[in-house]
């Protein structure tokens, strides 16, 4: 009797616990001041074709994680490219308000707004690493968001590919003037350099670059690296992959959020958000860097793609025209002035430093000749 009694209790108990501890079914995840917690469904448009390898999948990732660790209270539909707006418009339809988020590059917006192009990457500029350094703890964050605060976005570090190639070309590019009238795809300041150098130089969204190149409306194009532009299937239309790619050393991916839209949301969605960014800023360098060196191995080895370095000669000269485009931009535009001399203090300092750590491991490491 004992026994039966003791067994209802527990199962009373068992029941009581499970009904109160259950809030799930009977209220939302989170509830402020006794009021149910609102939900927010949001859309972020991007730049890139939908669920693209790395950088589409990134902001589905993004998006995700921000919905699970609200538990649903904060939920965003991503766009691909040309699905809402065009490639190249995520920066307006955010700044409309159209789409509460974009998922972009800021050297998209040069003709808007030219010294948001620090915010990516520039020629001989900063690595993925020292990117990180400069946006979080050198000042660069706070130069972007009153970059962007006129149109009222906030722009968040969400990504970064890490050191790109220098690109695709159907010829071998062993002097300056190999690269003079060819018709090249290259965003930002890159493409300005390439223009001193004698080049025509466009800029295109990815989804049109292989079509451009197999058609020959292009000589040749920069894209990302190895994971990227094998995806795109570059290497069918192009014979040599060259590196360094010194135009983007480390580019940034960024995050547009309507400002409006965020100063709507309450304080735990709103550090959900920039914590979610981190994070991701966080993953895809990791993954381009795991990804990269398998997708080089599969371009090398399964489709015969010929590795060529840009001979120093050609690196100096770009250096050169490099600081003329700088130069010429900081005179003609006060923002992006305001902006180099950060960036520019900041480079100059990382540099001395990297040059007796990071740099300095990279050197004690040849990579044995596949010979030996
Ligand atoms: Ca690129």
């Known amino acids: 009797m004992h026994k039966l009694f003791g067994l209802l209790t527990l199962l009373v108990s068992t029941l009581l616990i499970t009904g109160c501890s259950d809030p799930v079914t009977e209220k939302p995840a989170a509830a402020t001041n006794g009021e149910p917690a609102r939900t927010y469904e949001w859309k972020m448009v ?10 589409g999948t990134s902001a589905n990732e993004l998006a995700e ?16 490219a040309g699905e809402l707006v065009g490639p190249f418009e995520s920066f307006d339809a955010v700044s409309r308000g159209t789409a509460e988020m974009g998922h972009s590059g800021a050297y998209y917006w040069k003709g808007k707004v030219e010294a948001a192009q620090f915010f990516s ?7 993925a690493q020292e990117m990180n350094g400069w946006l979080y703890f050198g000042g660069g964050l706070e130069l972007w968001r009153e970059l962007y605060a006129p149109f009222g976005i906030i722009p968040f570090p969400a990504g970064n590919t890490g050191t790109q190639m220098g690109g695709w070309f159907n010829k071998e590019i062993n002097s300056v003037a190999d690269i ?60 040599y992959y060259y590196y360094p790619g010194w135009h983007e050393p480390g580019s940034t991916i960024e995050l547009l959020v309507n400002r409006d839209a965020y100063n ?24 381009f860097t795991a990804r990269n060196s398998a997708a080089l191995a599969t371009l090398i080895n399964e489709h015969g793609v010929e590795l060529r370095a840009f001979p120093p000669a050609v690196l100096e000269e770009l250096q050169q025209h490099s600081q003329a485009v700088f130069q010429e ?36 490491r040849p990579i044995p000749n596949s010979a030996d």
Do not use: C
């Open 46 to 55: 991007t730049t890139w074709p939908k669920n693209f390898p790395g950088l």
């Open 65 to 80: 994680a921000i919905e699970a660790m609200s538990g649903g209270r904060l939920k965003i539909k991503v766009y691909g």
């Open 329 to 364: 931009l900081v005179d003609r535009d006060p923002a992006s002035a305001k902006v180099f001399e950060s960036f520019s203090k900041y480079r100059q300092q990382v540099m001395e430093w990297h040059a007796i750590s990071e740099q300095a491991i990279m050197a004690t």
């Open 121 to 127: 990457s520039v020629p001989f500029g900063l690595t």
């Open 180 to 239: 003079k009238g060819l018709k090249i795809r290259m965003p930002g300041l890159g493409g300005e350099v390439l223009t001193r150098a004698g080049a025509t130089t466009i800029n295109l969204p990815g989804g049109e670059i292989f079509t451009a190149l197999q058609s020959g409306a292009i000589d040749a194009t920069e894209w990302v690296g190895p994971y990227n532009d094998l995806a795109f299937g570059l290497h069918k239309a192009a014979r």
């Open 264 to 287: 709507a949301l309450p304080a735990d969605l709103q550090e959900i958000i920039t914590q979610a960014a981190t994070q991701a800023n966080l993953r895809m360098l990791a993954e």
